[in-house]
C-alpha cells in the first residue's frame, strides 16, 4: 500500500514537470520511507495520547532515535512488519510501566544499561545488506553511537539518584535500541548461513 502510494505520487510529480523522469524511482523510495516514518509517528503519538504516557514515551524516544539514526538496528522486510514490531516494543513498554513495582524497575534498568552499554560498544553500527557502509560512514557513526552511549548512559545514572522513573523511561530507548541491533546482527547472520 505505501509502496503503490509512493509511487504514484513520484508519476504525479514526474507527469506534473516537479521531478524529472529519470528520478522517479528515487523519489518513490524517499516518498516510501517518509510515509512510512509518518505512519510511525502517529502511531506512536496514538498509543502515547490513548495511554497518557506522555512523558514516558518523550523521554523514550529522545533516548532511542538518536541511536537508531546512528547505530543502526533491525529492519523489517515490510512496512506492516515495521509498524506491527513497533506496536509490540510499545505494548512491552507500556505494561513494563503499569505492572512493574518500582523497584523491580530500577533493578531492570540497571541491568539492562549495563547489557545495552556492552552491545552498542560491541556492534554499533549495525548495517543492513542492502545498505553498506563506507569505511569512512562506518568510523563516523561508531564514534557518533560511543559518544552518544557516554552521553545517554552518565544520564541514566545520574537520574537513577534524583529521578528513578525518568531513568527507567531513558533506559527502556537505549534498551530497545541495543535490542533492534543484536536482532539485526542475529537475522543477518542467520541470512548468510543459508
Do not use: Q
Request: proline fraction near 3%; hydrophobic fraction near 55%; aromatic fraction near 10%.
Amino acid at each position: 500500500m505505501i509502496e503503490k502510494l509512493a509511487l504514484k505520487t513520484a508519476v504525479f510529480f514526474s507527469n506534473n514537470r516537479i521531478i524529472d523522469s529519470d528520478d522517479v524511482e528515487a523519489c518513490a523510495f524517499g516518498l516510501e520511507i517518509l510515509f512510512s516514518t509518518v505512519i510511525n509517528f502517529a502511531v506512536v503519538l496514538a498509543v502515547a495520547v490513548l495511554t497518557r504516557e506522555f512523558l514516558a514515551f518523550a523521554v523514550f524516544f529522545a533516548s532511542f532515535i538518536p541511536f537508531r539514526l546512528n547505530a543502526g538496528g533491525f529492519h523489517a522486510k515490510t512496512h506492516k512488519g515495521c509498524t506491527a514490531v513497533l506496536v509490540a516494543a510499545l505494548l512491552l513498554y507500556i505494561a513494563a510501566l503499569r505492572f512493574m513495582p518500582a523497584t523491580a524497575k530500577t533493578i531492570s534498568a540497571a541491568m539492562s544499561l549495563i547489557i545495552s552499554i556492552i552491545i552498542i560498544f560491541k556492534f554499533a553500527p549495525v548495517e543492513h545488506p542492502n545498505n553498506p557502509l563506507s569505511n569512512k560512514s562506518r568510523h563516523k557513526l561508531r564514534k557518533r553511537s560511543i559518544i552518544l552511549l557516554c552521553i545517554w548512559s552518565a544520564l541514566c545514572i545520574l537520574l537513577f539518584f534524583i529521578r528513578p522513573g525518568l531513568a527507567f523511561y531513558t533506559v527502556s530507548g537505549v534498551s530497545l535500541s541495543a535490542a533492534s541491533m543484536l536482532a539485526e546482527k542475529i537475522k543477518v547472520s542467520l541470512m548468510r548461513e543459508k
